[in-house]
């Protein structure tokens, strides 16, 4: 019986520091960037690669930001007999046909305005549209895809078409900033310190590993071979169409490159009802993608013999990890509370090595955000630091300083020598999965009458914790084979006039 | 409507820029040759911000070791 109670134990102490899997992933990232110096993507080769650029815009009533996106594109440095408009209006309703016979009028032969009639389909569709008249004639060497509310800056074509310059490469996207600034809130400043984690830190890393998850959305600049390649069409079986996207190429044994310096502004949702959406949507296409891909994970040695890394066991860590993260940490939460109710100390002990490896996790990735994009960083700090919630950051805080803290707990009778089980404390050993829950509590109370708590229950469960239980809701949605449905983000063009 | 929002690590000051209007392919050359010296030159540097973000780690953590336990 002693022999049985040890080994569940162990069990529970192994378990209980898989909940620190997802971050020490992340931190191995971080560590990666430094060396991406070593993988010579910035070689002058011939001063300016300027193939010419054809860029595809999928819109589905985008009137009132058509005209800058498209006024801004042609006024990119980049030469201007080398860079066509492509506009697909996905059968908006709105007065998308007019701004673009206009535009069309004003720039003869440089902006294209083609109409879907029956639309709906979803973008990848609308793409298809674009893509099969960018294909049809020999002129576009390569094809930018982009959103049409993002905006480009001025040097982000040219230093995404350099890498072209390279035979083996295939796509190159750029990194997508959140756009909003001044204009924003503080769910906007959320994902603004979000991206530069999970775009300009982790896809520097893919660099590095020679993979790259996913050609974002809405900056991805392909060759003309590796769109041929492809069959000329993009996936439409998926809500990730881009990451199909991604993934094809490289198994097609093309290279995909991340240019941290090739920077576009996007705008991001403002409310979490719409970002909840969107991520549900990205979740679920992950998922998809997972199965989809099952044969590829973790066959390191044949994937490199066929020219990719998507198959390596870092870049397999890296993905599931992620996927994993709700399971991770409700795990982690249920040993470390069979462990308070079977052997105190031993809960204690534990809880604490697995939160000083949380807050070392938290302050390299923190540190390491505001050297790579430092203005972002300036403008995101506070939700940088409250970023895995209050409650969260305020354990950090008591785990950094043990000695300050720890006679006060025991002063407030939070660590009780008898062995009494305090709530509090149960709370907080459980708190890793308590925070899921609160988290789409705070994205259910965003569509009601008492919305004024959503940012404040945000801001105490954490935006990670909303990230997590939205993987959840993936879950359960893929499992009972919901529908998949485009939702396409609400948009209102303020990036753009905020140029 | 666009901007010169470049982001990414900190680089040091760069070469003039020419207007945005100046599209002949010579000046885009240069400006690609200048451009893309910065981001190699940003690129070094992320990898000595790194170890210094990793030595003032340590640093706290021994740190905490000997005074804050």
Redesign the interface.
């Known amino acids: 019986m002693h022999t049985l109670k040890e080994i569940l134990h162990t069990v529970a102490e192994v378990i209980v520091f898989l909940g620190a899997v997802p971050l020490v992933t992340a931190v191995l990232q971080?560590?990666l960037?430094?060396?991406?110096?070593f993988r010579h993507?910035?070689?002058?080769r011939d001063?300016?690669h300027?193939p010419r650029t054809a860029v595809l815009i999928p819109a589905w009533n985008e009137a009132p930001v058509l005209t800058?996106?498209v006024?801004?594109l042609l006024?990119?440095?980049?030469?201007?007999d080398r860079l066509r408009v492509v506009v697909v209006d996905d059968a908006s309703t709105d007065p998308t046909p007019e701004v673009m016979r206009e535009l069309a009028r004003r720039h003869p032969g440089r902006v294209v305005h083609l109409r879907r009639e029956h639309g709906g389909q979803g973008k990848a569709h609308t793409l298809n549209h674009g893509l099969e008249h960018v294909l049809r004639d020999d002129w576009a060497e390569a094809v930018l895809v982009m959103d049409a509310d993002v905006?480009?800056?001025?040097?982000a074509l040219?230093?995404m078409t350099?890498h072209l310059a390279d035979p083996g490469v295939g796509a190159v996207t750029a990194?997508i900033?959140e756009g909003s600034g001044r204009q924003g809130n503080s769910l906007t400043r959320y994902i603004a310190y979000e991206y530069i984690t999970a775009q300009?830190a982790a896809r520097?890393a893919q660099n590095v590993l020679g993979v790259v998850a996913c050609l974002a959305g809405g900056a991805q600049l392909h060759t003309r071979a590796n769109l041929e390649a492809l069959g000329g069409r993009f996936d439409t079986t998926t809500l990730a169409e881009d990451t199909v996207t991604t993934f094809e190429t490289q198994l097609a044994g093309r290279r995909v490159v991340f240019d941290?310096?090739a920077?576009v502004?996007a705008e991001e949702p403002g409310e979490l009802t719409g970002l909840w959406k969107q991520r549900l949507r990205w979740a679920r296409g992950n998922l998809q993608v997972t199965r989809r891909y099952k044969g590829v994970w973790f066959r390191g040695r044949t994937a490199r013999g066929e020219g990719h890394r998507l198959g390596s066991f870092l870049f397999g860590l890296i993905w599931f990890s992620l996927l994993a993260t709700p399971v991770l940490l409700i795990a982690c939460s249920a040993s470390l509370v069979l462990l308070y109710f079977t052997d105190h100390d031993r809960a204690w002990t534990l809880f604490h090595y697995l939160w000083v490896t949380n807050l070392?996790c938290y302050?390299?990735i923190t540190?390491?955000a505001a050297?790579?994009?430092?203005?972002?960083f300036r403008r995101s700090w506070f939700e940088a630091l409250i970023y895995p919630g209050l409650v969260a950051t305020v354990i950090l805080v008591v785990t950094?300083?043990?000695?300050?803290f720890t006679p006060l707990l025991d002063r407030a009778g939070l660590l009780p020598s008898d062995g009494s089980v305090h709530p509090v404390m149960l709370a907080v050993y459980a708190w890793l999965t308590l925070s899921m829950p609160l988290a789409w509590i705070a994205k259910l109370l965003a569509g009601t009458r008492l919305r004024r708590l959503a940012p404040p229950l945000l801001h105490l469960a954490g935006y990670g914790s909303l990230l997590a239980a939205c993987l959840v809701a993936a879950y359960v949605e893929e499992k009972r084979n919901a529908e998949l449905t485009w939702d396409k983000t609400e948009k209102t063009g303020k990036v753009?006039a905020g140029? | 409507m666009t901007n010169d929002d470049t982001g990414g690590a900190p680089r040091p000051p760069g070469p003039a820029r020419p207007a945005p209007g100046d599209r002949t392919p010579e000046a885009l050359a240069r400006r690609a040759r200048d451009l893309t010296r910065e981001d190699r030159r940003a690129d070094r540097r992320l990898l000595w911000w790194e170890l210094l973000v990793l030595l003032i780690i340590a640093g706290l953590l021994v740190a905490r070791w000997h005074w804050l336990l």
């Open positions: 971080f560590l960037i430094g060396l991406q110096r993507l910035y070689e002058d001063g300016a300027l800058a996106s006024e801004g006024a990119l440095r980049y030469p201007p905006v480009f800056d001025h040097d040219w230093r350099r990194y900033k300009a520097r941290g310096y920077t502004l070392v302050l390299l540190l390491m050297v790579i994009d430092p203005r972002t950094a300083l043990p000695g300050v753009a140029q």
